[in-house]
């Protein structure tokens, strides 16, 4: 007890500040279950508001009820994404790019009323249309185009179409 004594002598702590600690920790420690009684009390009104008109196999019944609907989501989220790759895996084939080339394809005609269509798919496939528009009517062309090429010679507008198409970003 004198070696204590000693010790706060040498800090030159005085009874007084030690009564002030003392009281600073009593707030705080007052402060703190002051705090805790509130959250115990908005928890025991909770569990009440909860627990209102149930008893345990009321209780029992609600979670068994709730575990079968979180199944029943389970299933129909597990059948949502099944589904959804088959559309997805469905179009992959379908048309996605598209490029279009207006021009005048005869001297003397004017307006840029004939064109060239080329509508490609993912593996740039797909099918070029060319319409020439002439004094005397219209002339339609269908050409197919395999993986970006087609085995007949292209017009420099069915070129531009089919770079246009190659290059056009694709629709997911």
Do not use: W
Not at 11 to 33: E, Q
């Amino acid at each position: 007890m004198t070696q204590l004594k000693e010790m706060i002598d040498k800090l030159g702590i005085t009874p007084g500040m030690v009564a002030i600690l003392l009281v600073v920790v009593i707030i705080i420690l007052i402060i703190f279950l002051i705090k805790v009684s509130i959250d115990n009390h908005k928890l025991r009104k909770k569990m009440s508001a909860f627990m209102t008109g149930r008893n345990a196999k009321n209780l029992e019944e609600t979670i068994t009820e709730l575990a079968e609907r979180v199944n029943q989501y389970e299933a129909g989220y597990k059948e949502f994404t099944e589904k959804y790759e088959e559309y997805r895996v469905g179009i992959k084939g379908s048309y996605k790019k598209m490029g279009i080339m207006r021009y005048d394809a005869f001297k003397g005609m004017k307006g840029k009323l004939s064109f060239a269509l080329c509508i490609l798919d993912e593996f740039d496939s797909g099918f070029m249309l060319n319409n020439m528009k002439s004094a005397d009517g219209n002339y339609t062309y269908l050409k197919e185009i395999i993986h970006g090429k087609c085995s007949q010679p292209l017009g420099k507008e069915e070129q531009q179409a089919l770079e246009d198409a190659m290059n056009c970003e694709k629709y997911e």
